[in-house]
């Protein structure tokens, strides 16, 4: 949807609470209002109607954002992305259907959201079935009824109640779990600062071979091509054709 007029953004330098402020100057819309304006936009592609139908619900994103303040990301930017829900909540809104525009865009609103924390709230994605979004923004929720509230696995029978209660698998608890339990880096220490132990880098293995096996491994070929390249040049032409079909082949000919 085109933007014809300003539509306030929220932004960390200018601050929340005139954030708030600002989107408190657009007015409620009456629902006769709500409904000839969306007709307008949807029939005419009335920009001005639009952009009153998208600031007269700002108050409705920032509540809803609000909610999402837990997951560790800029309140700015989860209303930001919550305005984008609103904004095709507005685009596909259908007043013909005798429903509101808020019941309409509270789904949006939440979907874009949502989104947008499952992009940013970890380098690994968390999920991308309805089940493992459900279960991402529900779990700490669910822990906190069970008063599960310590850091570490849950017991098997607190990952069964939540399993049953959200209608996934104790799998996915018990991996969720772990996962909002945050990216750790590699560099963090293995103990408390000044206690030693290194850093959990440190405890990786690496399977590959190292250098000075490589090199073995390399010269160890490297004999035996010039060992083979000299036992085929002592046979003649049909004892060699015989050797390399019977012995270098990837397809030996047998007898």
Do not use: C
Request: proline content about 4%.
């Amino acid at each position: 949807m085109a933007r014809s007029q300003h539509v306030p953004i929220p932004s960390a330098e200018g601050g929340l609470t005139r954030y708030l402020e600002e989107i408190r100057r657009f007015p409620m819309l009456e629902p006769q209002q709500e409904y000839m304006l969306a007709k307008s936009w949807r029939e005419h592609g009335d920009r001005d109607a639009a952009h009153k139908l998208v600031t007269s619900h700002l108050r409705l994103v920032a509540k809803i954002a609000m909610g999402y303040r837990g997951y560790g990301l800029p309140i700015s930017e989860v209303i930001s992305e919550g305005n984008v829900g609103l904004m095709q909540a507005v685009k596909r809104f259908e007043p013909e259907k005798g429903f509101r525009l808020a019941t309409y865009a509270m789904w949006w609103i939440r979907a874009s959201i949502q989104e947008y924390i499952l992009r940013s709230w970890s380098l690994v994605k968390m999920g991308t079935t309805a089940a493992q979004k459900k279960l991402f923004f529900n779990l700490r929720k669910a822990k906190s009824q069970i008063s599960a509230l310590e850091e570490g696995d849950l017991r098997p029978d607190q990952v069964k109640h939540i399993a049953t209660k959200l209608g996934v698998t104790e799998q996915d608890v018990v991996d969720m779990n772990r996962r909002l339990s945050g990216d750790a880096s590699l560099n963090a220490p293995l103990r408390e600062e000044g206690e030693g132990g290194g850093e959990w880098q440190d405890w990786l293995v690496d399977d590959h071979l190292d250098q000075e096996s490589v090199f073995a491994e390399s010269e160890e070929m490297e004999n035996r091509r010039g060992a083979l390249a000299g036992a085929l040049s002592v046979l003649n032409e049909r004892e060699r054709r015989i050797f390399e079909a019977r012995r270098l082949s990837e397809d030996p000919v047998t007898l």
